[in-house]
């Protein structure tokens, strides 16, 4: 698993100041490359569970690229130093090219980048990583998206999985919501129980929660049982029992409604997220 003191050793190596220590620069400095390094790294980018790659769940292999980023840019800062030196001559004839520190900095800078370049398009991870996509076409009937589907045999005749890639906006603005996210995860099967605590009085609001097939789908694939553990502290239960488990896909997506009993016309989606259901393995 990379840390930041093993990104900023690697850091160090690269740019020689392993040998004499502190020489360039210090560790705050190095993990200030490192952390930009490391958001460059991963932006736009989450595991399988959703959640955003972060510099403690960066796959191994992905280590020596972040660390070459982080090069890049302490590299950068000496170059930069090294641009308001100029070459002296004296009227002895004597010529000390001071300027020649810049352009060997240039050298050693693109010779990284080239590397990392190199490295992210093989590995297929970091800025410079080959994406495929499949353009997805709209119904000239309806003005829908087309849905798509995982590649089966030609044989397999069980039922199709769908694939809900992310949806291109078209250059419009993307509304921000403030819903709190929540990931459930379960087993094919097994009951799913989870302990929330709501920041409000559960006394004077109804809770409502669904399984849906994609967020914001009309179609309820279970509801989701809630029992009121402490209404004046807000401690609800919320589970799914094994038959529910049964009948889900392997992702979908749920949310919970809160509806004010005093007031009818308040309500709020408090939380929302998806729900990734893990198959089981039968052995014959």
């Not at 049982?225 to 992702?251: D, F, H, K, Y």
Request: proline share 6%.
């Amino acid at each position: 698993m990379a840390t930041l003191a093993s990104l900023i050793s690697r850091v160090r190596l690269e740019i020689g100041d392993d040998v004499v220590p502190y020489k360039w620069f210090t560790d705050d400095q190095l993990a200030e490359f490192v952390n930009t390094a490391v958001l460059q790294q991963t932006y736009g980018r989450t595991n399988s569970t959703g959640s955003a790659l972060t510099l403690a769940t960066l796959p191994p292999v992905e280590e020596y690229p972040a660390a070459l980023l982080a090069t890049i840019e302490a590299l950068w800062v000496l170059a930069t130093d090294a641009a308001f030196d100029i070459d002296i001559h004296t009227p002895e004839g004597v010529t000390i090219p001071r300027s020649q520190r810049f352009h060997q900095l240039s050298y050693i800078i693109d010779e990284k980048k080239a590397l990392y370049k190199e490295l992210s398009s093989l590995l297929g991870v970091g800025m410079y990583a080959v994406s495929v996509y499949n353009l997805r076409k709209v119904s000239m009937k309806t003005g829908r998206l087309v849905p798509f589907y995982l590649p089966r045999e030609v044989e397999d005749s069980t039922p199709p999985d769908r694939i809900y890639p992310p949806m291109s906006t078209y250059g419009g603005e993307v509304k921000v919501e403030q819903n709190a996210i929540y990931d459930i995860q379960t087993v094919q099967d097994n009951s799913w129980s989870a302990t929330f605590d709501f920041p409000f009085d559960l006394n004077d609001v109804t809770l409502s929660a669904q399984v849906r097939l994609y967020a914001g789908s009309p179609t309820v694939l279970a509801q989701i049982n809630i029992v009121i553990n402490n209404a004046a502290t807000g401690i609800a239960t919320l589970s799914l029992t094994r038959e529910q488990t049964a009948a889900l896909p392997e992702r979908a997506s749920w949310d919970l409604k809160a509806v004010g009993i005093s007031d009818p016309t308040w309500s709020d989606v408090f939380i929302k997220g998806s729900v990734y259901c893990e198959r089981q393995v039968t052995i014959a």
